[in-house]
Each structure stands twice: as structure tokens, then as C-alpha cells.
């Protein structure tokens, strides 16, 4: 079993900048892709950033680019999310992701609200 612990989450008025983080424990070596999912009230869960954790490949949302920054530790198996010039359409509930043949594991997740 793995465990995903999310971290970073809370209030920041627009424009202002949160760093998530997601931190991965248990019986697994390695971790193939690590993402960034979010789901705001009455809306379906999506994916806001990922990255390949080998080969250190990013993917971003459209609605992300340019602001949100995704990266990974280099001795562990932990993601982070560095979101700048934060828009009140961002907040939601951020959830990390580990996935990759043959298991996907979510973390419970970590608000972010935007507002004055």
C-alpha cells in the first residue's frame, strides 16, 4: 500500500503564489507519473499538472500554463506544485496522484482558496 500526504494548501488572495507539496510512503520503489489533480464545487475532478517522474516530462492544463510550475524531488518520491499569480477560478480541492502500470493511489487532498 502507498500513502499520499498533500501539504501547502490554504488561503491566498488573488494573485498570490501557494507551493503544494505531496510526499509518497510505503511499499513501492518508484513512481512512474506524479500529478496534480483538483476539483472545485459542483465540477469534475481535473488534472491541473503531471510530470514523468524519469524523465522529468511536464503537463499542464491549459488554464495553468505559465503560472503553475510542477517539479519532483530528486531522493524521494514526492511532487511539488508551485502555483504564482493565483486567480479566485483556482481554488478547489488539489488532490496528488501516483500512478503507472498496474496502480494508482490518490491523496485525501488539500484546499486552496483564492479570494480578497
Known amino acids: 500500500q502507498v500513502q499520499l500526504v498533500e501539504s501547502g494548501g490554504g488561503l491566498v488572495q488573488p494573485g498570490g503564489s501557494l507551493r503544494l507539496s505531496c510526499a509518497a510512503s510505503?511499499?513501492?520503489?518508484?513512481?512512474?507519473?506524479m500529478g496534480w489533480y483538483r476539483q472545485a464545487p459542483g465540477k469534475q475532478r481535473e488534472l491541473v499538472a503531471s510530470?514523468?517522474?524519469?524523465?522529468?516530462?511536464?503537463n499542464y492544463a491549459d488554464s495553468v500554463k505559465g503560472r503553475f510550475a510542477i517539479s519532483r524531488a530528486n531522493a524521494a518520491n514526492a511532487v511539488y506544485l508551485q502555483m504564482n499569480s493565483l486567480k479566485p477560478e483556482d481554488t478547489a480541492v488539489y488532490y496528488c496522484?501516483?500512478?503507472?502500470?498496474?496502480?494508482?493511489?490518490w491523496g485525501q487532498g488539500t484546499q486552496v482558496t483564492v479570494s480578497s
Open positions: 510530470i514523468i517522474v524519469t524523465l522529468s516530462t511536464t
Open positions: 496522484r501516483a500512478f503507472g502500470r498496474g496502480y494508482n493511489y
Open positions: 510505503g511499499s513501492i520503489s518508484s513512481i512512474d507519473i
